[in-house]
């Protein structure tokens, strides 16, 4: 899970290959992006918080994939396979 930077959301991965956004205040669930193929390992923001990078792993190929979004529509901007199986775990954008 990873906070935005401005602390007031907080982004989840999930087994259910979804990506979530929670109000962080409250605890309540605003956004679910959905595109993955596989069990979302791990998210992160970038630095000012409008875009959103997602990891996933699954069993079938693609096995390695990575999704950009935009953080505020849930808009998929990018989508990266890794056809030999890679993955991404930990996700640090310097964006």
């Given amino acids: ?5 401005d602390g007031k959301h907080l ?3 999930s ?9 962080a205040t409250g605890s ?15 998210v992160a923001f970038s630095s000012d918080g409008k875009r959103l990078a997602s990891a996933a792993t699954g069993t079938t190929p693609p096995q390695g994939e990575m999704k950009a979004w935009d953080a505020q529509t849930g808009q998929e901007l990018v ?5 030999n199986g890679a993955s991404w775990v ?4 310097r964006w």
């Fill in 15 to 23: 087994a259910d290959q979804t990506v979530k956004i929670w109000d």
């Fill in 11 to 13: 982004a989840s991965s």
């Fill in 1 to 5: 899970m990873a906070f935005s930077p």
């Fill in 90 to 93: 930990a996700l640090q954008p």
């Fill in 28 to 42: 309540q669930e605003t956004r679910v992006f959905s595109g993955h193929t596989g069990y979302v390992e791990s």
């Fill in 79 to 83: 989508s990266i396979h890794e056809p």
